[in-house]
């Protein structure tokens, strides 16, 4: 007998993942795929960095830490957000998590119960809803649309709530568009009285503007950060969550329950990330940039719309309705026959069909390779 959760039954699968597992088959095969579907920086770790990471494990620092975090990291991310963004931000505010994914998770714990609905954009980054649901809560969408830059419409969001909101989930710079989200919706959010659950772990890769922080608009919010995509750490899973006070005996004690602490080593390679590596994060952006305005405009030659240029993280979404109404077997097809790696937009929501995400977190090299295959592709078709 099959006994299925019926939360679970309900998570749809990361289809980003699944483009990527088929193309690792392909690879296993012999054929060469260029990968411009993974949010995955293809830097690796700065080498200040790496060693930090090194040293604590030379070191023995190789034991649990305070389930929080230590201290030291925690006050480097205090001191980053006072640096960055002029937010004042208790150490004690600050819980230390295996990447952000475990950083949404908790929070949505300590918001939620069940049947509680939290707003999420559609398209918007595939795992909100379905930590939401894992939470036992009802993911609301709310369309974005490209010819309104991917914003919330604020008239839109508040026709969604109901008393059972609990959260509104914003992303800036956005996983899938990479555009930013602009002051006035921020200073919309803020009004709204419903604690905002702002990802910002595309903070440091923009581009064009800047990356605003919920928390220069209001202290009812929660921030996921975390070292993965600005720092190049994936592999490390390092990550926080900022809350209000109120919550943070909660998420303590949610943390020592479910994850005891985030990796030590990892830790101390965070502590480095933060205080040593400007100049080599700084050296990336200029590649991703480089990368970022190849890709725009050669995606626009080949025939795909882009009516809002992404400014931050390292994701083009691009209007492929040329091509298809149907992005996951295009994305499938472009990946069989051209070898190529792409994202369907449908996996970030249904908003998002018709689209196809591509991610420049590759080199030049292989990006100018990857969109000739695809243009040589899409012309013999
Ligand atoms: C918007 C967004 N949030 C969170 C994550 C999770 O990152 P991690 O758990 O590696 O910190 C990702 C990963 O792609 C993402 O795109």
Redesign the pocket.
């Known amino acids: 007998m099959t006994i299925l959760n019926r939360h679970a039954e309900q998570m749809t699968p990361f289809i980003v993942m699944e483009v990527l597992e088929r193309a690792t088959e392909l690879e296993k095969q012999g054929h060469n795929i260029i990968h411009l579907e993974v ?1 995955e920086p293809d830097f690796d770790m700065p080498i200040c960095i790496a060693e930090a990471a090194s040293q604590a494990q030379s070191e023995g620092l190789t034991h649990y830490t305070h389930s929080l975090g230590s201290l030291e990291l925690r006050e480097a991310i205090a001191l980053f957000y006072l640096q960055e963004y002029g937010v004042k931000v208790s150490p004690d505010c600050i819980v230390v998590t295996s ?4 950083a ?1 998770l908790m929070a949505l714990m300590a918001i939620c119960n069940a049947d509680d609905e939290v707003i999420i954009s559609n398209p918007g ?1 595939p ?1 909100y809803r379905n930590f939401a649901l894992a939470c036992r809560a009802t993911p609301v969408e709310v369309n974005v649309e490209a010819e309104d830059g991917f914003q919330y419409d604020i008239e839109k969001l508040k026709a969604a709530i109901t008393t059972k909101t609990k959260a509104i989930f914003v ?1 800036s710079p956005m ?1 899938p568009s990479g555009t930013l989200v602009e002051d006035k919706v921020f200073e919309a959010l803020a009004k709204l009285n419903i604690p905002i659950l702002s ?1 910002e ?2 903070h440091g890769l923009v581009y064009e503007g800047r990356a605003r922080s919920i928390l220069e608009f209001t202290d009812n919010a929660f921030v ?1 950060n ?4 600005r720092f190049a750490m ?1 592999g490390l ?3 926080y969550l900022i809350a209000p006070k109120a919550y943070m005996r909660t998420l303590q004690i949610l943390q020592q329950n479910l994850f005891i602490c985030a990796p030590s080593t990892a830790q101390a390679a965070g502590i480095a990330a933060l205080k040593k590596s400007k100049a080599d994060i700084d050296n990336m952006l200029q590649v991703y940039n480089e990368s970022r305005i190849y890709m725009i405009k050669r995606l626009r030659a080949i025939g795909f719309e882009i009516k809002t240029e992404p400014k931050g993280a390292f994701y083009v979404l691009a209007d492929a309705r040329k091509f298809t109404s149907d992005s996951y077997h295009f994305a499938f097809d472009v990946l069989e026959n051209a070898h190529v790696g792409i994202t369907p937009g449908v996996d970030f929501g249904s908003n998002g069909e018709g689209f196809i995400r591509f991610s420049y977190a590759n080199s030049l090299e292989n990006i100018v390779e990857g969109l000739n295959r695809i243009e040589k592709y899409l012309i013999s078709d």
């Open positions: 949010g990447g952000s994914s475990p949404i980054y795992c992303n996983n990802d772990i595309y996921v975390g070292f993965s995509k994936t899973r390092l990550g």
